[in-house]
T-cell receptor
């Protein structure tokens, strides 16, 4: 089954304790991305990756790190979590498709990771 | 800059009612536009898309038309069902960097039997 998996699904941690949220996809997609979802703000893009070893910042990258050493995996790292990073996190992957003039991505989302930082 | 504005919810409708969820956007050039749906406890699923002006995206009875004149991409459905209850997100990706996405704040739809 084609899917994007995230682990853990739920995490409660304390301020300053490094954590990693894993994301894996089995669709051989080049593009992967991380979002956070907060009430009233929708989804905001944290980081994205166009391929192995190629990453770039989204709109809210502060306090997060990513790496893309393998095509299928795109972990999100919080080196020193703070309470304002309490949120629902989603990973997504996609293939780029041509639209004549330019390209677009049709994203497939993981089930989400609910993170609470105390 | 790029941004998406959606009508605030929640929207509560009776089964078989007509649905409109408004979405307007700000972007440079002609972005690609998307509607995603999020069912309780799940991730987002792509509902429909339109990649150029005047395109109409459609899926599962939902439709949205890319209107460059009004910079809008309103979601419509002629007859909603209880199973359509979910949160709906409008989103765009820039023409100049299609890897960057901008989402609206989401509109929760409640459909009563």
């Amino acid at each position: 089954e084609a899917q994007v998996t995230q682990n853990p699904r739920y995490l409660i941690t304390v301020t300053g304790k490094k954590l990693t949220v894993t994301c894996s996809q089995n669709m051989n997609h080049e593009y992967m991305s991380w979002y956070r979802q907060d009430p009233g703000l929708g989804l905001r893009q944290i980081y994205y990756s166009m391929n192995v070893e190629v990453t770039d910042k989204g709109d809210v990258p502060e306090g997060y790190k990513v790496s893309r050493k393998e095509k299928r995996n795109f972990p999100l790292i919080l080196e020193s979590p703070s309470p304002n990073q309490t949120s629902l996190y989603f990973c997504a992957s996609s293939l780029s498709k041509s639209k004549g003039q330019g390209f677009y991505n049709e994203q497939f989302f993981g089930p989400g990771t609910r993170l609470t930082v105390l | 800059g790029n941004s998406v504005t959606q009508m605030e919810g929640p929207v509560t409708l009776s089964e078989e009612a007509f649905l409109t969820i408004n979405c307007t956007y700000t972007a440079t050039g002609y972005p690609s536009l998307f509607w995603y749906v999020q069912y309780p406890g799940e991730g987002l699923q792509l509902l429909l898309k339109a990649t150029k002006a005047d395109d109409k995206g459609s899926n599962k009875g939902f439709e949205a038309t890319y209107r460059k004149e009004t910079t809008s991409f309103h979601l419509e459905k002629g007859s909603v069902q209880v199973s359509d209850s979910a949160v709906y997100f409008c989103a765009l990706s820039s023409l100049y960097n299609f890897n960057k996405f901008y989402f609206g704040s989401g509109t929760k739809l409640n459909v009563k039997p």
